[in-house]
């Protein structure tokens, strides 16, 4: 096997806390003893050496979806960018989450087409259809380890309760992307000025908070573990907080461009700034960093939705939400360091380490996890042609974003 030398690099190890510089050999993804044998040098010098990461939500629009983004193009985007484990919804169309084989099928194919473990989060209702439990014993038997009715609505709390019994028997962790359907009703954006002068239909921050007010107190009824994926709330940030303080198996996340961007991006219709849950106010952004800081928030996730150039081109109301966020995910970690809000180190955990815990796969990640050399001062332009996935849909294209990954170090036998 062939050796690489990286000569006074930063190593960022969560795993042993470890924050220094140093030389390093990797081979087949793992570190080993010094050697004068080795295929290749990289000067590290003023760059940082992280292990890969784990993202708690991203789609990758296949089965179904194949003009957004297919597995083949998502599973390169996020391998390149160093993300080799990948969390996706079960909303894909059609609807394959809900049985174990097919979930099987998807896994192998996503590394087979993508370089990428994928880890696919089980329907908790048959169809999503958010009427009768789906067989979550044979979604486990299938390697789901969690379940969850991603956006789709359930008819009544009693599925819920029943749903949260089956899979706290199954020791299945649900994830709730929360959010009450009959405050958000037909809303697009957040509930605010920007939205009220251009007459958009709003979604108020109150079908979060109170969809997770309730989930909590169901949670704390049948004793099951929760995520809660994509906080955007400000207010959300407190409820987690106190079921946390009660000791509840609860754990949650934040897309990264919640901590970077705000409602005040839909300004003249801009649709690449269209995304559910919606981006929210500065107060918002502000409560959802320091929430970061303080631990509240256990992990930082892409959030990342591909999309083809013509699901942004209809009116604004009527374009599909989504943003590919895979290409500018280490860029915006980056400039959190850059801006004091964390640590490299910490910054690193929060989207390896910290997400791997919440995942319950720590050990498979020690297993599986490479090794991602970052330049935190590279300057480079976010365009079409820079974005490795697909969907080109980001607010933040043709923008200047400092900080990149410049290489990957796995092992491709894994």
């Not at 749903?163 to 962790?173: D, I, S, V, W």
């Not at 919606?278 to 960093?289: A, G, T, V, Y």
Request: aromatic share 6%.
């Amino acid at each position: 096997m062939s050796t690489v030398k990286i000569s006074n690099v930063r190593v960022l190890d969560p795993l042993l806390q470890r924050d220094q510089i140093q030389d390093v050999y990797i081979q087949a993804g793992r570190f080993v003893e010094a050697t004068t044998e080795f295929s290749e040098h990289i000067d590290g010098q003023g760059k940082w050496l992280m292990p890969t990461m784990v993202d708690l939500c991203a789609r990758l629009r296949e089965p179904g979806q194949q003009q957004h983004g297919t597995l083949q193009s998502e599973g390169r985007a996020a391998r390149e960018n160093g993300i080799l484990h990948v969390f996706t919804p079960p909303d894909s169309q059609p609807i394959v989450q809900d049985n174990g084989a097919l979930v099987h099928g998807l896994v192998e194919k996503a590394w087979l087409d993508g370089g990428i473990y994928l880890q696919v989060i089980g329907a908790q209702t048959q169809g999503l259809k958010g009427q009768q439990p789906s067989n979550m014993a044979g979604l486990k038997k299938g390697g789901c380890s969690a379940v969850s009715n991603a956006n789709a609505a359930f008819e009544n709390d009693d599925v819920v309760l029943r749903t949260l019994e089956y899979a706290a028997g199954l020791g299945l962790t649900v994830v709730f992307y929360a959010e009450e359907a009959q405050i958000a009703t037909d809303g697009c954006v957040h509930e605010g000025f920007t939205a009220s002068r251009q007459g958009l239909p709003m979604i108020s921050p109150l079908a979060e908070t109170i969809a997770i007010a309730k989930y909590l107190l169901m949670v704390e009824a049948t004793g099951v573990s929760a995520h809660f994926g994509l906080l955007s709330c400000g207010a959300s940030v407190a409820l987690i907080e106190a079921a946390k303080a009660k000791g509840l198996a609860v754990t949650c996340d934040v897309a990264m461009h919640q901590l970077h961007l705000t409602d005040t991006l839909i300004d003249g219709f801009n649709s690449l700034a269209h995304v559910r849950p919606p981006l929210r106010s500065e107060h918002d952004k502000q409560r959802l960093r320091e929430a970061v800081q303080t631990g509240v928030i256990d992990a930082i996730c892409t959030h990342h939705e591909p999309l083809s150039a013509s699901a942004k081109l209809a009116p604004f109301a009527e374009t599909e939400p989504g943003i590919s966020a895979f290409d500018s995910y280490v860029a915006l970690g980056v400039k959190l360091v850059r801006e004091g809000l964390l640590t490299p180190l910490q910054w690193v955990e929060k989207v390896s380490l910290s997400a791997a815990r919440v995942a319950n796969m720590q050990s498979r990640w020690e297993k599986e996890a490479g090794w991602v050399l970052v330049d935190p001062e590279l300057k480079w332009t976010l365009d079409k042609n820079s974005i490795l996935s697909h969907g080109k849909n980001t607010p933040l294209i043709h923008q200047e974003l400092q900080g990149k990954t410049i290489a990957v170090f796995v092992d491709s036998k894994a």
